[in-house]
Nanobody, 122 residues
Framework: QVQLVESGGGLVQAGGSLRLSCAAS????????MGWFRQAPGKEREFVAA????????YYADSVKGRFTISRDNTKNTLALQMNSLKPEDTAVYYC???????????????WGQGTQVTVSS
């Protein structure tokens, strides 16, 4: 199994930036595709971005394309999400997740972190 711990969330004004990190332990994350998801109050968990095992392929939700960048460092067993030009609608709890294959469906991901809160004020 792999354990995931997110960090880097916080309160930021609209137009600002945050960088989320996800530290993995237990197994090398090079064995997994990784993803970021988010969940706002009263809403379902939604896909944000995903990255292949090697990092060669990435995929983004349309709502964050051009503003967010997912990256990974397999040597450090970490995943990151750089978020720029943040909007109030980006406010949510953000989760990192790991799975054997890259995808957008949260139900397909086997391992999850506890989440980190991102709040964007207008």
């Amino acid at each position: 199994q792999v354990q995931l711990v997110e960090s880097g969330g916080g309160l930021v004004q609209a137009g600002g930036s945050l960088r989320l990190s996800c530290a993995a332990s237990g197994r090398p994350i090079s064995s997994y595709a990784m993803g970021w998801f988010r969940q706002a109050p009263g809403k379902e968990r939604e896909f944000v971005a995903a990255i292949s095992r090697s990092g060669a392929s990435t995929y983004y939700a349309d709502s964050v394309k051009g503003r967010f960048t997912i990256s990974r460092d397999n040597t450090k067993n970490t995943l990151a999400l750089q978020m720029n030009s943040l909007k109030p609608e980006d406010t949510a709890v953000y989760y990192c997740a790991a799975d054997r294959s890259m995808g957008t469906n949260p139900y397909n991901y086997d391992y999850w972190g506890q989440g980190t809160q991102v709040t964007v004020s207008s």
